[in-house]
């Protein structure tokens, strides 16, 4: 019904003489939650003796911490032996997920999960954008092609080393100059030439999340369309739900299996069995698994369209991207990557333009979420590629590396255009570069670079894209990407809900 969805489960362990749960519910129904609560306590009594639920209602009135207010109680019962510790197997956890899946109470369940067929709408504040209308799509659609196509392209080199990639293509590159050009290797193979990967399937994801709206929020304003409170906010048990099911069936309408090239950070999270429930819970075990030290660049990656939506309101972009970083990743570093790129994103939108000014005001919106801020820094000022190391043998998976190579490509790119109008205007040397230009050239630069290039491509791509906007960016790569239809179809709608015509 969608009444009623369970968002926690915490298990208490103080002692061998003391083990409690704790699961936690939002329900707009109190009437409906006590009738569902009655059902599970006949799976969560089997195990426990103190079983306790939190409630608020849907218009967040209040909080029940309770149950003995209501007209039933939880019986006492001997508890079981089926807690070994933090590290143990917990079966009521698993038997509680299972109960829950079988009545769609997250996943894709329609009733929670509106079709991305109903238009929706959402109202710009006057003033959002120093850019007008026909600039501003220009600049979002530039985001988003400009990430697919830093992906696709950054494919030819990902998880080589620097010296494998010159011996295929060229010192710099000479032999790589279309998705044509891109060697089929047991890797490689697996994607069609000139298609994204993993990186931006989950950037998809994250869009169709934003998209998503609430039936308790809304009102109507035209015949065919809904203006709604609830879109650009990332839900995380509504975005690891749409992650989990796009990593277990990909994007069927395209002929997707599974969600293919899925990184150990994500994967691992997503095994979790309590991830459906409470995917910042599951994300922090795995953290804390790790030895607190994982911090790979699998959430910064898919991070840039959430600078998108809502562009114009900061402190919901910030919360949207820490939000959505946690359903996988609980490092202060990838927060923080994440954060620094969606508002990176937001204020190219909102018609910023220097981006000396721009990397250094972003860089004060974020520093205070990372313990520490010096070494951010290091990488989002990094003079050159080479000062990034994106190759380093056991490190080119690294958060750091992402940020820095998009920082490095929005100041290189304003540089070189400067120069191209300087030397074209003043010394009559030949035709400007093309914002096409320079950014096919830089996008190949860190690909040569190799590592994990396809990650660092589609960040920076995602950012020079809104800079340069999707005018400037290499069309004769556009139209060679096989699933480009599709994406079009995808941006349509974005712009649709921001009220932006084509």
Same mark, same amino acid.
């Given at each position: 019904?969608?009444?009623?969805? *369970? ?38 009594? &089997? ?44 079966? #009521?956890?698993?038997? #509680? ?8 109470? $997250? ?33 979002? &659609?530039? @985001? ?34 279309? +998705? ?103 994300? +922090?075990?795995? $953290? ?33 991207? #820490? ?10 570093? @990838?927060?923080?990557? @994440? ?67 998009? @920082? ?72 060679? *990407? ?21």
């Amino acid at each position: 019904s969608g009444e009623l969805r *369970m968002v926690d489960i915490c298990l208490d362990i103080r002692d061998d003489m003391y083990k409690k749960v704790e699961i936690q519910f939002v329900a707009t129904n109190l009437e409906k939650l006590k009738t569902e609560i009655q059902k599970l306590f006949g799976i969560a009594t &089997k195990y426990f003796k103190h079983v306790e639920f939190t409630t608020s209602s849907g218009e967040g009135e209040g909080v029940l911490t309770d149950a003995t207010d209501w007209d039933f109680l939880v019986e006492e019962v001997d508890l079981m032996t089926v807690i070994t510790g933090l590290d143990g197997e917990l079966p #009521v956890v698993q038997e #509680v997920m299972d109960a829950w899946k079988e009545k769609n109470h $997250w996943g894709k369940d329609p009733a929670t999960h509106p079709p991305l067929s109903k238009r929706v709408i959402i109202k710009r504040p006057t003033g959002a954008s120093d850019w007008d209308s026909s600039q501003l799509i220009d600049k979002i &659609k530039g @985001c988003i092609y400009g990430q697919a196509l830093g992906d696709a392209f950054g494919l030819a080199t990902e998880f080589m080393g620097k010296a494998e990639a010159a011996s295929i293509y060229g010192a710099k590159g000479e032999k790589l100059t279309t +998705f044509a050009d891109i060697t089929q290797d047991k890797h490689r193979s697996r994607w069609q030439k000139g298609d994204w990967t993993d990186d931006t399937d989950q950037f998809i994801v994250l869009l169709d999340c934003l998209l998503r709206y609430s039936s308790e929020e809304e009102t109507t304003t035209e015949e065919s369309a809904t203006t709604s409170l609830t879109v650009g906010t990332i839900d995380p048990v509504d975005c690891a739900a749409e992650l989990h099911a796009w990593r277990n069936e990909g994007w069927p309408e395209l002929g997707d299996k599974v969600g293919m090239g899925i990184g150990m950070t994500v994967n691992g999270v997503l095994e979790h069995p309590m991830y459906l429930a409470d995917p910042h819970l599951a994300s +922090f075990c795995q $953290w804390v698994d790790s030895g607190k030290v994982m911090a790979a660049n699998g959430a910064v990656m898919r991070t840039g369209i959430l600078g998108v939506l809502p562009f114009w309101d900061e402190d919901k972009v910030l919360k949207n991207a #820490v939000a959505a970083c946690k359903i996988t990743h609980w490092d202060d570093r @990838c927060v923080t990557s @994440c954060a620094y790129i969606s508002l990176l994103i937001s204020h190219l939108l909102q018609g910023h333009t220097n981006p000396s000014l721009l990397l250094n005001q972003v860089f004060e919106n974020v520093w205070h979420l990372v313990e520490n801020p010096a070494e951010l820094r290091l990488h989002t000022h990094a003079a050159s590629l080479a000062d990034l190391k994106l190759s380093d043998e056991g490190k080119i998976g690294y958060t750091y590396k992402s940020v820095g190579s998009a @920082c490095w490509a929005l100041r290189e790119g304003t540089k070189r255009l400067a120069d191209a109008k300087w030397e074209y205007g003043f010394l009559g040397k030949g035709p400007p570069a093309t914002g096409a230009k320079i950014f096919k050239e830089i996008i190949k630069e860190i690909t040569m670079e190799a590592g994990d290039a396809d990650s660092n491509a589609c960040v920076a791509g995602a950012v020079l894209g809104t800079w340069v906007g999707y005018s400037a960016l290499p069309h004769d790569l556009i139209e060679t *990407m096989p699933n480009k239809k599709w994406l079009d179809t995808k941006v349509d709608r974005l712009l649709e809900a921001m009220s932006l015509s084509k």
